[in-house]
């Protein structure tokens, strides 16, 4: 069993060095397990992913379904129109869109005994990965399906492949995440 005081719960000389990542400051913040990640990613109904275009940085909303596979693998996918911006993007970068993207979930105000001790609790993931569209029926039919089971929790929809085609599916292969829960503090009773 780990000694609680062996265990960093901040990691606040944390540099950024080139070719590695930076490690969570708020390591006692941190989520590693992918049981836990899981969770989160379920309990979440929209994605924010950022790229930059032509245009300059950008980030979007969007509904979305998921796969996420026991060694902690996480594959997003969305669902949009034949053309627009986010599309674009990804054909301009050979199917290979380099994107960020962010969740939370179980958001709820902290109160402080002064302006500057407020705080929020919430659950979050946070990655890194690649968009791209995908061009099997097949698989542009799972992301469908998988997206109408997590956003309606209607399980086995069936799509003609009429409807797939009428839409974009596009997937998001996560290639960094990282977790984070910061939980509401317990009752404090005088």
Request: charged share 25%; with cysteine.
């Amino acid at each position: 069993m780990t000694d609680m005081r062996d265990t960093p719960t901040r990691r606040n000389h944390e540099r950024t060095v080139a070719g590695e990542r930076r490690r969570m400051r708020r390591a006692d913040r941190e989520v590693t397990d992918a049981n836990a990640i899981a969770g989160i990613v379920a309990a979440c109904r929209i994605v924010r992913v950022s790229y930059v275009d032509v245009e300059g940085l950008t980030i979007v909303p969007m509904n979305f379904g998921y796969k996420f596979e026991n060694d902690g693998t996480l594959t997003l996918y969305l669902h949009s129109a034949p053309v627009g911006r986010k599309l674009d993007a990804i054909r301009a970068a050979s199917n290979a869109l380099a994107v960020a993207f962010e969740m939370e979930t179980d958001c709820a105000v902290v109160e402080g005994r002064t302006p500057c001790n407020w705080s929020e609790a919430f659950k979050s993931v946070i990655g890194n990965g690649t968009a791209s569209i995908v061009t099997d029926l097949a698989e542009a039919r799972h992301g469908l399906q998988l997206l109408m089971a997590h956003q309606a929790g209607a399980d086995h929809v069936e799509f003609t492949d009429r409807q797939v085609g009428s839409v974009t599916v596009w997937k998001i292969e996560a290639d960094r995440l990282t977790a984070k829960i910061h939980d509401m503090p317990a009752p404090h009773h005088p």
